[in-house]
């Protein structure tokens, strides 16, 4: 069985940084076959694609995130970081981590990831 677990998220003010965590577990989970990825979903709002980091190493960001948040990934540890800089208060939400078998090749669909962690809360505060 698969689990994802995140971490790191919290209530921070406007402007700061912070770093989530995702860690993947499994007996036979290689991460190495997957597409990890990072989802978010704002109060009464839908989910949205927020980065994607292919099994390659090849990073993919939804637009409005280019520059300013970081996806990166330790496949020794399982593990898969989303660095979020200059933060803002409509970045509040809870950030999912996701993971897709790296033969689909879309990434910013939520139907195309496979296993879900069950979120953390990132609050940001004006």
């Known amino acids: 069985q698969v689990q994802l677990e995140e971490s790191g998220g919290g209530l921070v003010q406007a402007g700061v940084s912070l770093r989530l965590s995702c860690a993947a577990s499994?007996?036979?989970?290689?991460?190495?076959?997957?597409?990890m990825g990072w989802f978010r979903q704002a109060p009464g709002k839908e989910g949205e694609f927020v980065a994607a980091?292919?099994?390659?190493?090849?990073?993919l960001y939804e637009d409005v995130f280019k520059g300013r948040f970081t996806i990166s990934r330790d496949n020794g540890a399982k593990t898969v970081y989303l660095k979020m800089n200059t933060l803002k208060p409509e970045d509040t939400a809870v950030y999912y981590c996701?993971?897709?078998?790296?033969?689909?090749?879309?990434?910013?669909?939520?139907?195309?990831?496979?296993?879900w962690g069950r979120g953390t809360q990132v609050t940001v505060s004006p």
């Open positions: 996701a993971a897709k078998v790296k033969t689909i090749r879309h990434h910013n669909g939520q139907s195309t990831y496979n296993y």
């Open positions: 499994g007996r036979t989970f290689r991460i190495s076959m997957y597409d």
């Open positions: 980091m292919r099994a390659d190493g090849d990073a």
